[in-house]
């Protein structure tokens, strides 16, 4: 999931199994102002050249109860 400029909200969510090239996580890439929150959510398994389950660049990213395993 790429987000860019945004203010996404997700809940209960799971990203498995993903992959990214440069520049993304393989999860989620949060870039350029962008606020998101995520409750609840797993990232399991992920890959990515700038973070496995995500990569945040220039965002301010809010997490409550989420997990990362095997990123």
């Avoid at 998101?36 to 990569?55: A, E, H, I, R, Y």
């Amino acid at each position: 999931m790429y987000n860019r400029r945004s203010a996404t909200t997700l809940i209960n969510c799971r990203f498995l199994n993903n992959s990214a090239g440069y520049g993304n996580g393989g999860g989620v890439a949060n870039e350029y102002d962008s606020n998101p929150t995520l409750t609840n959510c797993s990232f399991l398994n992920n890959s990515g050249n700038s973070g496995g389950g995500m990569d945040n660049e220039h965002s301010s990213t809010t997490l409550t109860n989420c997990s990362f395993v095997g990123n």
